[in-house]
């Protein structure tokens, strides 16, 4: 995980709880008869196992990057936005912070099927992103 889920700030592991207290726990509440007391972690390894599978299938750094879109420059917003979607078939929302720089790229989807093995679904986001015209894409890790 250290390598497709890095923290941007802190440790990887404040940030790991982060996501799991934000997010995981959600999914041990869509079946929880999937997880008894014989496996008390079952859900936090079923989480995060399904968070890199995503990352896998859908690649938004490689996708950016095939349409020239790389970090340390600043692009129209809108174009970050088709790339991806040309690309990975997911309409994205972009968050930026106050200075315009790229801090989340969200992709909504519909799951289907128990936990364990469900299938994702892009399904049209439920908000609009915080990106101003122009989106500064950093250079996270080095």
């Known amino acids: 995980m250290n390598s497709v889920w890095p923290s941007s700030e802190g440790t990887v592991d404040s940030f790991w709880q982060y996501e799991w207290h ?3 726990t959600c999914m041990t509440t869509l079946e929880p008869e999937c997880y008894d007391s014989a496996t ?6 079923d ?3 399904t968070a890199v599978e995503m990352h896998k299938q859908y690649p938004i750094y490689k996708a950016l990057s095939r349409h020239g879109i790389v970090p340390g420059y600043s692009y129209p917003t ?7 979607q040309r690309e990975l078939h997911a309409l994205p929302i972009l968050h930026c912070d106050d ?7 969200w992709l909504y989807f519909h799951v289907k099927g128990p936990i364990r ?3 994702f679904y892009p399904m049209l986001p439920d908000n609009v992103g915080t990106c101003k015209e122009t989106v500064y894409y950093p250079i996270k890790y080095q």
């Open 117 to 119: 093995h469900s299938q």
């Open 40 to 45: 008390p972690y079952q859900g936090l390894v």
């Open 47 to 49: 989480y995060f196992t």
């Open 99 to 105: 200075n315009g720089t790229l801090v989340e790229t």
């Open 78 to 84: 809108a174009a970050v936005i088709l790339s991806i």
């Open 22 to 24: 934000k997010h995981g």
